[in-house]
């Protein structure tokens, strides 16, 4: 008996806050404020909109976070090209071995010889890429 009344002393949920904010206010806004509005709560990075109104209210300082997407798909697509390139070197290492084991030295310098044009064609195409990205950070230096 004991146990079943120690059970229903027990109150459950969750614990009260030290100090709960009671107060609510209600503001309206016309469609032109409310897209600035929204445009400061993603600059803002908060996740909250109601810590975002507060911190506005009271002068907090609000850090706006913004996104270069020319940046972010430029550094994806070099990205995914120095995956493509790393695994060319792999496979570029294969065939060599693969070669001098199957072919005859002759054969095997003949095939080299055309590999080593396509190595010559991507080396001019990679100083081709360092180039470009040199240009683009320049150019994104220079916006900012």
């Keep these: 008996m004991e146990e079943n009344n120690d059970h229903k002393n027990k109150k459950g949920g969750r614990n009260p806050k030290k100090n709960p904010a009671i107060f609510r206010y209600s503001i309206s806004l016309n469609s032109d404020e409310n897209a600035r509005f929204l445009a400061l709560f993603q600059q ?20 706006t976070i913004k996104i270069d997407s020319s940046a972010m798909d430029y550094h994806l697509r070099l990205t995914n090209f120095y995956a ?5 070197g792999v496979n570029y290492n294969q065939v060599v071995k693969i070669m001098y084991r199957n072919f005859s030295e002759k054969k095997a310098s003949a095939y080299l010889f055309k590999l080593e044009k396509q190595t010559i064609e991507m080396a001019k195409l990679i100083q081709e890429i360092i180039r470009l990205t040199q240009e683009f950070e320049e150019k994104h230096l220079n916006k900012e």
């Design 84 to 88: 493509q390139f790393r695994s060319v």
């Design 44 to 63: 803002s990075g908060m996740k909250v909109m109601a810590h975002f109104i507060t911190a506005c209210l009271f002068q907090k300082t609000i850090k």
